[in-house]
């Protein structure tokens, strides 16, 4: 069962514009959330994190929207670039007892800014 | 600046060999993964381990070993190379202290079983 899902495979986006790449989670006791962002054939690299006692983070053209009611998070882009053409992966963990360092990740979410 | 690094970029295997590959962090860390990245799939974790000597199973274990002799090296070992194991595989590692929640990531290797 997932607990962390990105359900939009692909989005395309206008250079310039705001890409909003969605995240939704089930397990309430996730206390942490992190975004990572992968070019094909490297390695993830870490982007931003919340924590749950947040609702925003921000982090020069990338912001990170908390809504624990809802269970979603969202990571915008103003303005996107293309250079951030990537896959963006979703993440989430919990501070609790043997899983403490463990990320659950989404499957992600490929953005393309067009010039 | 943080750096894992794995042994290959590229590696090509024929079925049933025995395949290592290796991943080395200099940070000190105590944490260290092994994931699978397949397409549609996101990153998948085959094993982690939290100390020297230590190993846990992660979602898909099964067809992989591990190994982490010291503390800065972390080894996953398909023991039998089968098709459905190439993939692109990623070590990461991560600082064992309460609340440090990143992940750093090697460039992957890139494995296509034959």
């Known amino acids: 069962d997932q607990q962390v899902k990105q359900n939009s495979p692909s989005l395309s986006v206008q250079e310039g514009r705001i890409s909003i790449l969605n995240c939704d989670y089930t397990?309430?006791?996730?206390?942490?959330f992190l975004w990572y962002k992968k070019y094909p054939a490297e390695g993830p690299t870490f982007l931003i994190s919340i924590s749950s006692i947040k609702d925003k983070n921000e982090d020069g053209r990338f912001t990170v929207f908390l809504n624990k009611s809802a269970k979603h998070l969202s990571l915008h882009i103003v303005p996107s670039q293309p250079g951030d053409s990537a896959v963006y992966f979703c993440a989430a963990t919990m501070n609790y007892g043997g899983s403490q360092g463990n990320l659950i990740f989404g499957k992600g979410t490929k953005l393309s800014v067009k010039p | 600046d943080v750096k894992v690094t794995q042994s290959s970029r590229y590696l090509v295997k024929r079925t049933g060999e025995k395949v290592f590959l290796e991943c080395v962090q200099d940070?000190?860390?105590?944490?260290m993964f092994w994931y699978r990245q397949d397409p549609g799939l996101g990153l998948r974790l085959i094993y982690f381990?939290?100390?020297?000597?230590?190993?846990e199973k992660g979602d898909i274990p099964e067809g992989y070993s591990v190994s982490r002799e010291k503390k800065e090296r972390f080894s996953l070992i398909l023991e039998s190379a089968s098709t459905n194991q190439t993939s692109m595989y990623l070590c990461?590692?991560?600082?064992?202290?309460?609340?440090?929640?990143?992940?750093?990531f090697g460039p992957g290797t890139r494995l296509t079983v034959t």
């Open positions: 381990s939290y100390d020297v000597k230590m190993k």
């Open positions: 940070m000190d860390h105590e944490n």
């Open positions: 990461a590692s991560s600082y064992g202290w309460t609340g440090a929640y990143e992940q750093y």
């Open positions: 397990n309430s006791m996730f206390d942490y």
